[in-house]
């Protein structure tokens, strides 16, 4: 007789369970017994507000979440989005009562990882937790950045500025480059680098977990040595509610090096996801005044929707120190410090514009976007040390 397959162990976890369904409880139970036995899990029999939720990822430090999407489904809806918004990054299966697509589906936009549903088995809870499993090592091993460009009022140049950070990052030694304008409702990167709309990252979105790279390399245009992923041709209203970037951009962690996002604001759950899932955050404005104060609002609503303020990075674009705002001014508003200047010249600006190419690096601004990748990476800081070293080297030898 051919002995059982040997159980299936996952590793430890801390597993939020939430699932006011007592009889889905006693379905799941034994299955966390079984593959994740080194796992503690806080259950919850009731949905939670966001605060108990917030608590439970921040201070119990959960990081696997199976969430009941049966007993009240704008709950579990609701609960799913908060779960999104509160870790991006967080493992979060949604499970159902029955094989339920529609439902399925919406629970997965609104930001489920995977799913289950009744009857509860190993036969497709193992298959789940494999592949969590492999995305959290995929995630462990990969050392790929985001930066997120988020203009603070509109017109300030902040998809200038991404275009030509992505096109430039390459000077500072990285060698696969993405930039992705996920602006669902005014994306003007295939405008700026004159690129034919044949896929956009909706595309991306809808494929879900069928997304793999050789569907991803047909969906993104190569242009200059880099990757560049366009928004929709025409507007897309309700992404807030129906789709959630966190898998899409954490797929492309996968692929990448470094990943320069075009958003289209501050505002709204899409962007704020956004703002989340980034490793640093380029809030884009100008030394006028109406941009100055649309700036002291957008760092008040990062503040209220709990964005780490260290993450944040403000970039004062078309600086000119002789008109507008000086920067001593800017940063006593704002009680923050400019992390960087980028000069005005309109002329070199539009000349590339109507060209559709990344700004020359002997122009004003194209020098300071290449200053501003070095400053993101690291390499202007280990570039003067290398140059201070070499200058205490020959000061040596003269001195002997």
């Known amino acids: 007789m051919a002995s059982p397959s040997p159980s299936r162990n996952f590793g430890q976890w801390k597993v939020l369970l939430i699932c006011p369904n007592g009889k889905l409880s006693a379905e799941l139970a034994p299955l966390l017994a079984e593959h994740l036995p080194f ?16 608590e439970a990822l921040q ?44 439902y399925i589906l919406r629970t997965l936009r609104q930001g489920a990882t995977e799913f289950l549903f009744q009857p509860l088995t190993s036969e497709h809870f193992v298959p789940v937790m494999e592949r969590i499993a492999t995305l959290h090592r ?71 977990s069928v997304l793999d790279e050789d569907v991803w390399r047909g969906m993104v245009h190569t242009s200059g040595g880099i ?41 709204g759950q899409w962007n704020l996801t956004l703002a989340r899932l980034c490793d640093e955050l380029l809030l884009v404005t100008t030394n006028e005044l109406p941009a100055l104060q649309a700036t002291q609002r957008t760092l008040a609503y990062m503040d209220r929707n709990r964005i780490d303020r260290g993450k944040i990075k403000v970039v004062v674009n078309r600086y000119h120190k002789d008109g507008g705002l000086s920067r001593d001014v800017i940063e006593s508003a704002l009680h923050t410090d400019i992390y960087h200047l980028v000069p005005s010249d309109y002329a070199d600006v539009q000349s590339a514009l109507v060209e559709g190419k990344p700004l020359p690096p002997g122009t004003s601004v194209g020098r300071s976007i290449i200053q501003l990748a070095e400053k993101l990476s690291g390499k202007q800081a280990s570039a003067q040390a290398a140059k201070t070293s070499s200058l205490s080297s020959l000061f040596s030898f003269l001195r002997r």
Not at 164 to 170: M, S
């Open 59 to 102: 201070d119990q430090g959960c990081n696997l979440c199976f969430v009941d999407a049966e007993s009240s489904r704008d709950w579990a809806l609701a609960l799913i989005s908060d779960l999104s918004m509160l870790d991006a990054k967080l493992p979060v299966v949604a499970v159902h009562g029955s094989n339920d697509s529609e």
């Open 138 to 208: 995929g995630k462990a091993l990969n050392h790929a950045k985001v930066y997120c460009v988020t203009p603070a009022k509109g017109a300030c140049g902040a998809s200038t500025v991404a275009c030509n950070l992505a096109q430039h990052w390459k000077r500072v030694g990285a060698k696969k480059i993405l930039l992705a304008d996920l602006d669902p409702l005014a994306g003007t990167v295939s405008f700026q680098l004159k690129l034919k709309q044949n896929y956009s990252f909706m595309d991306a979105l809808t494929r879900g």
């Open 39 to 54: 796992s503690p899990v806080l259950e919850l029999k009731e949905y939670p507000t966001r605060a108990v939720v917030s």
């Open 227 to 267: 990757d560049i992923m366009l928004s929709p041709d025409q507007p897309v209203h309700g992404i807030d509610e129906a789709h959630n970037a966190a898998n899409l951009l954490e797929f492309a962690r996968s692929l990448y090096e470094v990943i320069v996002v075009d958003s289209s604001g501050p505002y």
